[in-house]
């Protein structure tokens, strides 16, 4: 039982439901691994406030936690200090909506609006950093600790699933999710579970790292000659991190609406780790208005209202088509087998879909998204990546 | 909490109890929700019609055809038990529902037959069907004491998952099959006074319904001389029902008057009882000091979904979100729950101060949850909240009296 191993946590033991509606849609059996009921309504309060833990153990209860995040990030963060009676500090950008302000004075944080951009927030919260002592950064996602905090999802999933699953989905931003994901799954001998992270096309540093260091690259060795030669066109720059000897791509923009995906650079401790896991990760990109709809029919049918972020791991659950491209050995493509044979394997195969959560939603976007969508619709097919390949899946 | 048992003892989830930092800052106390919306099914129904069909199943055997007249939550309910237990089920439904329930209907399992204009005529049908079929039992949907006994296993839990006792449970009030399941669960974990002798350990609880479906309200205010007695007798029931919006009838088992009322008007379809449970009636008669009867305008109730689902990102039906119009407005909280500040003002007055000092209050709402919400219902019920901006005030009711209650 994960209470055990983490027995003073914060965060909340959420539940696993099976989803009629998605296994009903893909023939198999489908559950669902709810954070968005973490007390900071995202996974992040598992890894964050375990970081926060430590800190608080280390640096005493006179510890300012600090964060840069306009986000679910900062919104945990915030949570997280308020529980442990300690100082936090959230630093953003000018121009972050009044919500998110609300919601973090509510919890009991300062705020700090610096700067236009994300990095000069950043920049601000560094600069007061040197003359705090008692300041600690909280990091949004690369980093051990809170890897070890968001892989506690996976020890509880093994204790409410009756088997080991199939393949497990999650979303893909800077990585910090599926850190928590590769090491949970290292943690419970889950190492041949099958990964699928998926991404949009708009914030997919994390699938073009992966795909330098893996299946596109050119040589296997990182040297930096070819990383110049990679770069010239690509919409990335390209460094080289010598710590964790992997290639990481730094995206000059980031064009997707799913905004909590939204990082320039990827954690490279968990490219590294995706890239040794044995079984590997699937990386996935899909675009902006399959997570739109995907979180439309998941509002209708679950009655939750999630963000892009969250949803963009939905998308394989609702399009059988995306689906079968992923769960690569599911019995459509065992020939020979009668069609009840095959439906019968697929029923008895279990996957689980984890709901990442996240407040960046609201009716209004839900109402917006609808138009997006909608301007599309002609198209037939929607135009995903996954592993270096390009593939049209039927809408 | 395990998802899967291979000999479960209930059918039903034991849901999270989880704290509001939203609704608590709201009001000033310490707020939880249950969150029925968790089940299976997606509602609290999925207790008592699971209880009332294992045992059914228990009695009947395995080829037990379970059959059930309903188009709303109880239906989805019945279908999943059905399913769950590997026993039949059809569920009987009026002409014109809507093709969402239709599929989610077979999506579980069930047959569907469709008879009638009327649910009146839907149910006609299958108590037909029933006479010829020696294998059909009849989920009841909110009048039997199996399902209020599986309804109140919640408050076991709550009891479990909170530190202390609350100090209100506010839920939604349709037939009552949800309130006899909070009294049943109460007096199982000893939070009712059955003895009369005991009031402290009684917990409050506030019963909120609509105006254009209130059969409940009526029905007490019938059988207390509108709030104002312990009890009244069936005499005089002609003169009353003149110009009332119900007939009157007497239950002789449960000695209650009942309130049918001739119409419902309400958007909360889920909570559309032309008449309650006279049994939930007589427990709540039971009860005096300990129930306080609500009715609320659909607008508020609309206007408390949005505001739910923009905070904590539930999409919830008007039935659910009715009892958190309290949730979201502080003014008509604090009429609810006595010992509570009317304003900031108040609270700081020296009075209230020594009063309220580390007096907050824990509260549980129930979270009852309903598939019958839509985003584009959702849209809907914003203009016809819009429409009814201008007012600066809700008309509530509440044990007889008219209130005015500040936006």
């Not at chain 1, 005493?60 to 840069?68: I, K, N, W, Y």
């Not at chain 1, 073009?208 to 919409?235: F, G, M, Q, R, Y």
Request: one cysteine or more.
């Amino acid at each position: 039982m994960s209470a055990n191993v983490f027995p003073e946590k914060l965060w909340l033991e959420t539940p696993l439901i099976y989803s009629s509606h998605i296994s009903s849609k893909l023939g198999c059996s489908a559950y669902l691994k709810l954070e968005n009921l973490q007390p900071s309504q995202s996974f992040k309060f598992r890894g964050l406030s375990h970081f926060a833990q430590h800190a608080k153990a280390q640096h005493g209860p006179s510890v300012h936690l600090l964060a840069a995040s306009g986000g679910n990030a900062g919104v945990a963060v915030a949570l997280a200090a308020h529980a442990l009676g300690v100082r936090c500090t959230i630093y953003l950008p000018e121009g972050v909506g009044r919500e998110i302000h609300d919601i973090l004075k509510m919890h009991g944080a300062n705020v700090i609006a610096a700067g236009k951009r994300y990095s000069e927030a950043l920049q601000k919260l560094l600069e007061d950093m040197k003359k705090d002592s008692s300041a600690v950064l909280v990091p949004a996602y690369d980093d051990p600790l809170v890897w070890e905090g968001h892989s506690s999802m996976i020890t509880e999933i093994k204790t409410q699933l009756a088997k080991k699953p199939d393949a497990i989905f999650c979303s893909v931003g800077g990585g910090g999710l599926l850190g928590g994901v590769i090491q949970g799954c290292k943690q419970t001998g889950w190492e041949d579970v099958p990964v699928v992270a998926l991404g949009t096309h708009g914030a997919n540093c994390f699938y073009h790292s992966v795909s330098l260091n893996t299946w596109n690259s050119t040589s296997a060795s990182t040297d930096p000659v070819d990383i110049v030669a990679v770069a010239e066109n690509a919409p990335y720059d390209v460094v080289l991190d010598p710590e964790h000897d992997v290639t990481i791509t730094h995206l000059r923009e980031l064009t997707s609406r799913a905004s909590s995906l939204a990082a320039t650079s990827p954690s490279a401790g968990v490219v590294k780790l995706a890239i040794e896991r044995p079984g590997g990760v699937k990386c996935v990109c899909v675009p902006d208005e399959m997570s739109m709809w995907a979180a439309r029919t998941f509002a209708e049918d679950h009655k939750f209202l999630v963000e892009l972020a969250c949803s963009t791991t939905l998308t394989a659950a609702y399009n059988c088509d995306l689906f079968s491209h992923l769960v690569t050995d599911a019995p459509t493509t065992v020939s020979g087998a009668s069609s009840s044979e095959l439906n019968k394997a697929k029923r008895e195969k279990t996957v689980v879909f984890i709901v990442c959560g996240g407040i960046k939603v609201s009716l209004d976007e839900m109402t917006e998204y609808r138009t997006l969508e909608a301007a599309i619709e002609a198209d037939r097919e929607w135009e995903v990546a996954c592993n270096g390949e390009r593939i049209r899946v039927k809408k | 909490m395990s998802e899967q048992n291979t000999q479960p003892e209930h059918l039903w989830f034991e849901t999270p109890l989880v704290y509001s930092s939203h609704i608590s800052q709201t009001i000033g106390h310490s707020v939880y929700l249950k969150l029925e919306n968790l089940q299976p099914s997606q509602s609290f129904k999925y207790r008592g019609v699971t209880h009332f069909a294992q045992h059914a199943k228990a009695q009947h055997g395995p080829s037990v055809h379970f059959v059930i007249a309903s188009s709303g939550n109880a239906g989805v309910a019945a279908a999943m038990a059905a399913r769950a237990l590997e026993v039949r089920c059809t569920v009987y439904l009026p002409e014109g529902v809507g093709q969402e329930t239709h599929n989610l209907l077979r999506k579980h399992g069930a047959d569907i037959i469709i008879a009638g204009e009327r649910y009146s005529q839907a149910l006609q049908k299958l108590r037909e069907d029933m006479k010829n079929d020696p294998t059909a039992v009849l989920l009841p949907t909110y009048d039997d004491p199996l399902v209020w006994e599986g309804h109140g296993s919640m408050v076991l839990e709550i009891k479990a998952q909170l530190s202390k006792k609350p100090d209100a449970i506010f839920c939604s009030l349709g037939g009552g099959g949800l309130l006899g399941g909070i009294i049943h669960g109460c007096k199982q974990v000893d939070w009712e006074d059955e003895t009369k002798l005991r009031s402290h350990v009684q917990v409050p609880i506030i019963t909120m319904e609509t105006h254009g479906s209130n059969c409940f309200y009526h029905s007490i205010a019938l059988n207390t001389q509108n709030f104002t007695a312990a009890s009244s007798g069936p005499d005089d029931i002609a003169a009353r029902t003149t110009n009332a919006p119900y007939d009157i009838v007497h239950d002789k088992q449960h000695d209650v008057l009942l309130a049918c009322m001739h119409e419902l008007t309400s958007l909360a379809t889920s909570l559309g009882a032309t008449s309650p449970s006279a049994g939930v009636v007589r427990m709540a008669l039971n009860r005096p000091g300990g129930l306080k009867c609500v009715c609320v305008p659909d607008e508020m109730s609309m206007w408390a979904a949005k505001t739910f689902a923009e905070d904590h990102k539930f999409l919830v039906e008007l039935a659910c979100s009715t009892p958190l119009t309290a949730a979201y407005n502080r003014d008509l909280f604090s009429r609810l729950v006595p010992g509570t500040p009317t304003s900031l003002s108040e609270a700081s007055s020296p009075d209230q101060k020594r009063e309220n000092t580390n007096e907050k209050k824990t509260i549980v709402f129930i979270v009852c949850g309903g598939v019958k919400i839509s985003l584009d219902e959702m849209k809907e019920y914003r203009k016809l909240e819009a429409a009814v901006e201008k007012n600066r005030e809700w008309e509530v009711v509440c044990d007889g009296e008219k209130m005015h209650v500040s936006k």
